[in-house]
């Protein structure tokens, strides 16, 4: 009996620590799978800056790059609807706030990505809608940014 | 009064795209003058709303979108004030959110 409770103290004590740092790892993994998941936007978001140089800056006059800037055109729009933004888990991670945002950049990106000329036989280049549109990207990574932070240094 | 016209882009055109005849068979115009202005008129001479899908729809560009709903503002086919009161539109699926804005945004900016 006396063997037991000279233990019991320093177990209590383990069981306990084992328990704290269980739920701070697990906390921990939580927000390192956030980040990776506003990483994953951001990626999605330089591509779609790539694909948006290249359509609105190509020579779309010339015959001979037709074929390619076509393509472009609809890996553009592909890309830019199956961005998963509308998912219950993207409005978690960023927050009702940075959600709302977010929203009202994603569709000023789409209208000026795929508008104006986009996929007619008027479509010329464009530097003016190109401007327009990286400048959307910027504002969005900047509230992906904003939603980082936020998650490790609350205000 | 609840009772709605059904449009389903998906059936005009899976994959939607341009303004006009010269940028492909399903661009905006025709989807506009061939199933959006005669839907906008029964549903006025029926007194019921106008509800358009656009689920199992690939994906929109928005001079598409711009050309056929905003066209209908903008070609005089149907008022803004009649839009806003009995137009529906179901997006089908989350992402396609966006697109709902998108209109939206061109039949407010119309005219």
Not at chain 1, 1 to 13: D, F, K, S, V
Not at chain 1, 92 to 102: A, V
Not at chain 1, 131 to 138: D, P, R
Not at chain 2, 22 to 45: M, S, Y
Request: charged share 20%; proline share 3%.
């Amino acid at each position: 009996m006396t063997t037991i409770h000279q233990y019991l103290g320093p177990l209590i004590a383990v069981i306990v620590a084992a328990v704290i740092a269980y739920v701070y790892t697990s906390y921990l993994s939580y927000l390192a799978s956030k980040n990776e998941i506003i990483k994953e936007y951001f990626r999605d978001l330089d591509e779609i800056e790539a694909m948006v140089g290249e359509y609105w800056l190509g020579p779309h006059e010339l015959p001979e790059h037709n074929v390619r800037l076509t393509t472009v055109g609809h890996q553009l729009r592909a890309k830019l609807s199956s961005t998963d933004l509308y998912s219950d888990v993207t409005k978690s991670i960023l927050g009702e706030k940075i959600y709302s945002k977010y929203e009202k950049l994603d569709v000023e990106l789409f209208m000026a990505a795929t508008g104006g000329n986009f996929q007619t036989k008027a479509m010329a280049p464009c530097p003016a809608t190109y401007g327009i549109v990286v400048s959307k990207i910027h504002e969005l990574k900047s509230a992906l940014q904003e939603a980082r932070t936020g998650m490790f240094w609350k205000r | 009064m609840g009772e709605y016209i059904m449009i389903e882009l998906a059936k005009f055109s899976k994959y939607p795209s341009g303004r006009d005849a010269g940028d492909g068979d399903f661009n905006g115009a025709r989807f506009r003058d061939e199933v959006l202005v005669p839907a906008v008129k029964a549903a006025q001479a029926q007194n019921k709303k106008l509800k358009v899908s656009l689920s199992g729809v690939m994906s929109f560009g928005s001079s598409f979108l711009e050309e056929a709903f905003g066209g209908l503002v903008a070609h005089e086919a149907a008022t803004k004030a009649f839009l806003q009161k009995n137009l529906v539109i179901e997006p089908g699926q989350p992402s396609y959110k966006r697109y709902e804005i998108a209109i939206w945004n061109y039949i407010n900016k119309a005219g």
